[in-house]
């Protein structure tokens, strides 16, 4: 679980104006349009406020736009965090426990659903500055997302990395590699099955 709230609570401050934040969500949307399909592999570092490393981890992660990500750990523990437009599942093989929650209604998304969620509840729950060079940041307009802010650092059409900062202070940055894009992923690739023998929890609304 620690590594899943790594990345699930993240930080920072906004200096633009509603104009130009505008133009920069659009910058945004137009460049993670070409993330319809991707898959690859992650390297998962988290910091704390003094920049100690905490936990590093890594995994495979698979996206299909709009509302479907999978985030597969692989070290230093066996988690997996699967999810559609209705819920997310997040299934811990070490604990042998699964929790699903939903995600219809939720004007917030994760740094995981910024690059798969609907570009509706992006310019809702968020404003945009572009720094320039392929790096966005994305500051929460209001909620509690668990996040001061993220930062995306996008080469081309592709994500190479990504920084959060929580509410804590602490920083967690992903650099992703081995990307394939269009390689045929669907719907059924994200369909998850609580495995026989776990414990299960659910909380839906």
């Given at each position: 679980?620690?590594?899943?709230?790594?990345?699930?609570?993240?930080?920072?401050?906004?200096?633009c104006s509603p104009l130009y934040a505008q133009d920069a969500t659009d910058a945004l949307l137009e460049a993670l349009d070409g993330m319809q399909d991707i898959q690859g592999k992650f390297i998962q570092r988290q910091y704390t406020e003094n920049e100690v490393l905490l936990v590093e981890s890594r995994g495979n992660f698979r996206l299909?736009?709009?509302g479907y990500f999978s985030w597969e750990i692989d070290a230093p523990d066996s988690q997996l965090i699967i999810a559609d437009p209705i819920a997310v599942w997040h299934y811990d093989r070490d604990l042998e426990t699964v929790t699903r929650r939903p995600l219809?209604?939720?004007?917030n998304l994760s740094p995981l659903q910024v690059l798969?969620?609907?570009?509706?509840?992006?310019?809702?729950?968020?404003?945009?500055?572009?720094?320039?060079?392929?790096?966005?940041?994305?500051?929460?307009q209001a909620g509690d997302p668990g996040f001061r802010h993220l930062v995306l650092h996008l080469r081309g059409f592709l994500i190479a990395s990504m920084e959060i900062r929580d509410n804590l202070n602490q920083r967690v940055i992903v650099e992703f590699s081995e990307l394939q894009v269009d390689g045929g992923l669907t719907r059924e690739d994200f369909a998850f099955t609580p495995p026989e023998g776990v414990d299960t929890f659910y909380y839906d609304q």
């Open positions: 679980m620690k590594n899943v709230m790594g990345l699930c609570t993240l930080c920072a401050l906004l200096l299909l736009r709009p219809a209604g939720q004007g798969g969620g609907d570009e509706a509840a992006l310019r809702k729950g968020y404003t945009v500055t572009d720094e320039g060079e392929g790096i966005f940041t994305l500051t929460p």
